[in-house]
């Protein structure tokens, strides 16, 4: 029986990992290949799963506990894509916090199911300013955010630095010297996800025999807990309409009230990690990102006018999820004195619970 063969793309939140996991599908979707994506979080109403549901996409969200936490559940949602959905190829996207995917996810899927599936090598996606900012300093990255990054960068069969759009050469060359301070023996792939460069290269490589899961990060499991801690996490959804029935510019909408939530992060002194929506309405939809307090609001859809729209949004950010609640509050409400009703469909705003994986194999096989 030919194996089903698994892509885990990991890497921070923002680092582009589902813009990656849309424009592989489209090259691999052109070539006959029927691909499944699974989406990862701890709580349901992913604006990823809704983008990539959007592409036409066969999508299936693991919600309630992080892929480590919920190994069972992983297992589950692959078999059924592959029995039931006949899909070719399952790329998976683990929440952009999570580390240690080497000896919780592919050293067990390989053990225990070595005739069922092959696992392609641990792609770990990066923004490439990101890189630069922690590699210059890493002393000071002990603890924080930064812990993670250097933890998912140093469990990596892959390097893969994303934005490459964004790179002059001259940063390009800086950024090759200062990776091989700390990674000179690790495969390196330059793309960038948006602009669809380096994409197919990439494939080459998830699709090849190279052995996956050859490096294990040596991670403290308090300290990666606590950084996770430090972060809050809000997911909802709501239908938005006006009270008196104006047509609504939804893109514009979106733009504006990303900029609101932006500025009062900022006003705050809130690192952002990522914020993003999603707004539908029939077939037109705006998705919205903003990835830090400097870089402006990125938007990607149509513009379009309807009466009302639904949105989807989540944001991930280094201070209590009570506070986010409370900035995203005050921004409605600011709306509905304008004559904006926000029904809620759904909401949960926490802060991220202690890995505690199901398996965690201490050497590679
Ligand atoms: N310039 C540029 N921007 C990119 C590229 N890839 C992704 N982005 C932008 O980076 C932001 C985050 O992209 P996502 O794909 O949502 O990132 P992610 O890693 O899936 O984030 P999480 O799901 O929160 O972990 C979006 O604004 C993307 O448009 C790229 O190659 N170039
Ligand atoms: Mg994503």
Not at 103 to 114: D, E
Not at 189 to 203: A, L, P, T, Y
Request: hydrophobic share 40%.
């Amino acid at each position: 029986m030919k194996k089903s063969k698994i892509i885990f793309v990991g890497g921070f939140l923002g680092a582009g990992k589902t813009t990656l996991l849309n424009c592989a599908s489209k090259i691999l979707k052109s070539r006959s290949i029927k691909i499944g994506v699974i989406t990862n979080d701890q709580a349901v109403g992913l604006v990823d799963t809704n983008i990539l549901q959007h592409n036409g996409l066969i999508v299936s969200e693991i919600s309630g506990k992080c892929f480590c936490c919920d190994f069972n559940g992983l297992v589950d949602a692959i078999d059924y894509m592959v029995k039931v959905l006949h899909c070719e190829l399952i790329l998976a996207e683990p929440v952009g916090s999570c580390t240690d995917l080497c000896s919780t996810l592919i050293q067990p899927l390989k053990k225990l199911f070595p005739n069922a599936f092959e696992v392609a090598p641990l792609s770990v996606l990066v923004d490439p300013l990101k890189l630069f900012a922690t590699l210059k300093n890493l002393d000071s990255h002990k603890e924080g955010s930064g812990y993670i990054y250097i933890k998912q960068w140093e469990e990596a069969d892959y390097i893969v630095v994303n934005k490459l759009d964004l790179l002059e050469n001259d940063q390009i060359d800086e950024l090759k010297d200062l990776i091989n301070t700390k990674f000179s023996d690790y495969p390196i792939c330059w793309i960038s996800s948006q602009k669809s460069i380096g994409v197919e290269d990439w494939i080459v490589v998830i699709l090849s025999d190279i052995k996956s899961g050859k490096r294990l990060a040596n991670v403290d499991y308090d300290v990666y807990a606590l950084c996770e801690s430090r972060m809050g996490w809000y997911n909802a959804s709501f239908m938005i309409g006006l009270e008196n029935l104006t047509i609504m510019d939804w893109q514009g909408f979106n733009r504006e009230i990303l900029a609101l939530i932006q500025k009062e992060f900022e006003s705050k002194k809130i690192i952002i990690a990522h914020v993003k929506t999603f707004l539908k309405s029939g077939v037109n939809f705006s998705a919205g990102n903003i990835i830090n307090e400097i870089e402006g609001v990125d938007i990607r859809g149509t513009e379009f006018a309807s009466r009302s729209v639904r949105m989807v949004i989540n944001i991930r950010a280094e201070t209590s999820h009570w506070t986010i609640d409370e900035i995203v509050n005050d921004v409605l409400q600011s709306y509905m004195e304008h004559g904006f009703k926000f029904e809620m469909i759904a909401k949960k705003h926490f802060t991220p619970m202690r890995p505690e994986p199901i398996h965690r194999f201490g050497i590679t096989c």
